[in-house]
């Protein structure tokens, strides 16, 4: 089999939502920082400098809502037939986004993911300090995660296919054996090897060349 990696980007394609705007929602921002991401998964805004800003109108926002945004996250269809069918051949799977793992870990961990990489939210006295701590996972740092993820495993980097929806992800699609678009933004689908518009994750299978019919499929 030609692939044996796949890395993807999380918010909007692992999952349907936006971390980042369902946490803003609770902290009474939820307008202002939509605009924002909408903008920088456009391309239309420079990701670090725009998830400065949006971070920072989190400030005083309790840690215990990332619990309960955790709760509000629903998985893309098909994402856990996706994961199921590809690590029952041993196929190295994992995410890297500009979300946080802050809330992203545990949805890691449920899924038995081999990589994931995101930014961390800092947290002092049980609050949101409205800033990041770490490096920023941005364009650049999601190609450097796929490098960093094909090494560990001893995979060529031509045998990886990253998938992913925004501005955000091209560099990592970019650098992928094969790049997907999945329900992405105009500039992602014209850039990207292979596009899936249907909303359905398992069909990345089809380019690992396992039949329907071998599928492990799992109800959304």
């Known amino acids: 089999m030609k692939y044996q990696l796949l890395i993807m980007d999380v918010d909007s394609t692992l999952i349907k939502e936006e971390v980042i705007d369902l946490l803003a929602a609770r902290a009474g921002v939820g307008e202002e920082v939509s605009a924002i991401t909408a903008r920088a998964m456009q ?15 989190l400030e005083g926002l309790s840690e215990d809502i990332l619990r309960e945004v955790h709760q509000q996250i629903h998985l893309s269809n098909g994402a856990r037939t996706l994961i199921a069918t590809l690590r029952s051949r041993n196929i190295k799977v994992g995410v890297v986004s500009g979300g946080f793992m802050n809330v992203l870990e545990p949805l890691a961990h449920q899924l038995s993911l081999d990589f994931l990489r995101a930014n961390h939210l800092e947290i002092k006295d049980g609050k949101l300090t409205g800033r990041t701590v770490g490096p920023v996972i941005d364009r650049a740092a999601k190609a450097q995660a796929l490098r960093e993820f094909a090494t560990q495993s001893g995979i060529e980097i031509a045998h990886s296919v990253a998938v992913g929806d925004g501005a955000n992800d091209l560099d990592m699609l970019a650098l992928a054996g094969l790049g997907v678009a999945f329900n992405a933004k105009p500039k992602v689908q014209a850039a990207a090897d292979a596009i899936i518009n249907n909303g359905q994750l398992d069909e990345v299978l089809n380019y690992f060349e396992i039949p329907e019919s071998e599928w492990i499929v799992i109800a959304d």
């Not at 391309?43 to 109108?57: H, M």
Request: hydrophobic share 45%.
């Open 43 to 57: 391309g239309e805004l420079d990701f670090s400098a725009s998830l400065g800003e949006r971070v920072a109108l």
